[in-house]
């Protein structure tokens, strides 16, 4: 029988290692300096990965049908892909890879999150973020400064936490209702104050695939009790941050690697300096990094624009009845 040999010339059959090698080949002439950089790493890092584990093909479908299960759980008002990232630690890896290239030190960052949401309410300074008056309030104040201490008038501070029942408002509520967030802007000195009650520990969303997995690794899957902070000022890189409860039972153990030391608060009595008395306070100090040259300096996007809202016709919602 004679083998047809038309089109074979420079044809290897393939093994374990050389597989990389095309796959890598063929990827060589993409335009796009950036993307070919990253694919090429990508390609290397996966296949390493099935090498070093002995990865089976029931294992790789099993993993297939994972992400695509992920993928379905996405909403416009629930990234399951980001908490899958944050649970993994990539989350706060990007972040600190990011928090290097920074001009300046600024205050240390935390994750967005799957809660943010743009259109907060616009709120006056020490306005409460809460819907419904809390059983106990807190008071978080402060200023806004640059990296070298000078204030940043006007700066945008954007909050949102947990209610009192360690639920978030899409959690609670669903999308249609805003609760325990609101944007403010800081004053002429860069002073912010706001009035909202306390953040409580929570689970990460555990019935999805998400959370399945957190179970099945035997983790507890909580956060420690924090309040969101996304802070922005012209000229200066956007801030997304959190502050911590320092008695919350896992702060030391968050499930999603959010946790730096300089972000642990413990409320005080009696705090004279306090624009509202008779409150336990937080009084906190952000610090903003310039710009770089070129910069945008938006860091925090809202998740749920991944998935866009489906608008669906008027004459779509008839016809269902």
């Not at 597989?19 to 390493?48: F, G, K, N, S, W």
């Not at 630690?89 to 809660?115: C, I, Q, R, W, Y």
């Not at 008071?139 to 201490?149: E, K, N």
């Not at 957190?214 to 909580?222: I, L």
Request: hydrophobic residues 40%.
């Amino acid at each position: 029988m004679k083998t047809n040999e038309q089109g074979s010339a420079g044809m290897q059959d393939l093994d374990e290692f050389t597989v990389t090698e095309a796959a890598v080949a063929q990827m060589r002439a993409t335009p796009e300096p950036r993307l070919r950089e990253i694919m090429d790493a990508a390609v290397r890092h996966l296949h390493a990965f099935a090498r070093e584990v002995n990865l089976t093909p029931d294992e790789w479908l099993a993993g297939i049908g994972f992400l695509t299960e992920v993928g379905h759980a996405c909403t416009p008002y629930r990234q399951e892909f980001i908490l899958l990232s944050d649970v993994l630690g990539v989350s706060a890896l990007v972040n600190l890879l990011h928090d290097k290239t920074a001009a300046e030190k600024p205050t240390d960052t935390s994750l967005l999150g799957p809660f943010y949401r743009d259109g907060a309410p616009e709120l006056a300074l020490g306005d409460s973020i809460c819907r419904t008056p809390p059983a106990r309030e807190l008071l978080f104040h402060g200023r806004i400064l640059d990296a070298s201490g000078r204030p940043v008038p006007g700066a945008r501070i954007q909050v949102w936490q947990t209610d009192e029942s360690g639920l978030y408002d899409l959690q609670s509520a669903g999308p249609d209702m805003m609760d325990m967030r609101g944007n403010f802007t800081a004053d002429g000195s860069g002073n912010y104050h706001f009035r909202t009650a306390p953040a409580q520990d929570y689970p990460v969303p555990l019935d999805g695939p998400v959370g399945r997995l957190v179970m099945r690794q035997g983790r507890h899957g909580h956060r420690p009790a924090h309040f969101h902070f996304l802070i922005a000022a012209p000229g200066h890189r956007e801030l997304v941050t959190a502050l911590y409860l320092a008695d919350s039972p896992h702060i030391g153990s968050d499930t999603v690697f959010g946790v730096a030391r300089s972000l642990i608060v413990t409320p005080t009595n009696n705090d004279p300096g306090a624009p509202l008395p008779g409150l336990p306070s937080v009084r906190y100090d952000f610090r903003l990094s310039r710009a770089a040259a070129g910069e945008s300096g938006r860091v925090g996007a809202d998740p749920a624009r991944i998935v866009p809202v489906q608008v669906v016709p008027s004459n779509a919602v008839s016809a269902a009845g």
